[in-house]
């Protein structure tokens, strides 16, 4: 069964930078598009960014668009999401998932998910 496992959420301030890594122990993400998610409290769970299994294809929600960038580096077995520009409004728990198939900010699809890594930005 294949498990996700985020890492490298925190505290930020406002304007600044966080970058999330997926991985995903003992399997390969090689065949997978990756998403990332995220769910801010008392708020339904919404696509942040997609990337296809070759990393050639990335989808941005458009809030995010030039402030967020999804990479993988597959030799590393790890797909990244480097948020700039953070803003309070992007506080939430941040999921990876996996699915095969094309892209989507949709959580169709997506059968394996991490636990999450909280981000919060505040001053």
């Known amino acids: 069964q294949l498990q996700l496992v985020e890492s490298g959420g925190g505290l930020v301030q406002p304007g600044g930078s966080l970058r999330l890594s997926c991985a995903a122990p003992?399997?390969?993400?090689?065949?997978?598009?990756i998403g990332w998610f995220r769910q801010a409290p008392g708020k339904e769970r919404e696509g942040v960014s997609c990337?296809?299994?070759?990393?050639?294809?990335?989808n941005y929600a458009d809030s995010e668009k030039g402030r967020f960038t999804a990479s993988r580096d597959n030799a590393k077995n790890t797909v990244y999401l480097q948020m700039n520009s953070l803003k309070p409004e992007d506080t939430a728990v941040y999921y990876c998932?996996?699915?095969?198939?094309?892209?989507?900010?949709?959580?169709?699809?997506?059968?394996?998910w991490g636990q999450g890594t909280p981000v919060t930005v505040s001053s």
């Open positions: 990337i296809s299994s070759r990393g050639g294809s990335t």
């Open positions: 003992g399997f390969t993400l090689d065949y997978y598009a």
């Open positions: 998932a996996a699915r095969f198939g094309p892209c989507g900010l949709g959580r169709s699809g997506f059968g394996h």
